[in-house]
């Protein structure tokens, strides 16, 4: 029986080549490490109550899947996404990932009513950061449609 009042969380279950680094990362850009989730192949980090970040090292994260892992630095399987509440947060996240050794992988957008950036981290997953006007952006699309 599910709880109807519980609310939906996220895990995303990245595969990283060195944990430590990996959790000095994600640390450095305001995830919070979550110890009742660890051991040597794997760290639970989580950026709020209902969005966490499962470090998986290799061979831990071949344990749940027979899939070939991709090299994130060459391909991309996902862009992952995550809300702040102003273009000033918006740019520092990014900050703090390009200053713990991310880097920036595609140009700024700025469309008015949604501004983002990005950020890879040492593996080369892809964080989208982004802040929305959602009024404005129904507001836009209303009018795109007209």
């Not at 995303?12 to 040597?40: C, K, M, T």
């Not at 920036?104 to 990005?118: A, H, K, L, T």
């Amino acid at each position: 029986m599910s709880n109807a009042s519980a609310p939906k969380m996220i895990f995303v279950n990245l595969p990283v080549r060195d944990l430590p680094a990996s959790i000095g990362f994600y640390e450095a850009v305001g995830a919070v490490r979550n110890n009742d989730f660890a051991d040597d192949s794997a760290q639970m980090l989580s950026f709020s109550d209902t969005i966490h970040v499962m470090l998986l090292t290799h061979d831990r994260f071949t344990s749940f899947t027979p899939r070939k892992i991709p090299d994130a630095q060459q391909t991309a399987q996902v862009l992952l996404a995550l809300s702040e509440a102003s273009r000033a947060d918006v740019d520092s996240v990014t900050q703090k990932a390009l200053a713990a050794g991310g880097t920036e992988p595609n140009p700024r957008q700025d469309y008015g009513f949604m501004y983002g950036r990005s950020f890879a981290d040492p593996d080369g997953h892809i964080w989208e950061v982004t802040r929305m006007d959602v009024e404005a952006a129904l507001a836009a699309n209303k009018e795109a449609a007209a």
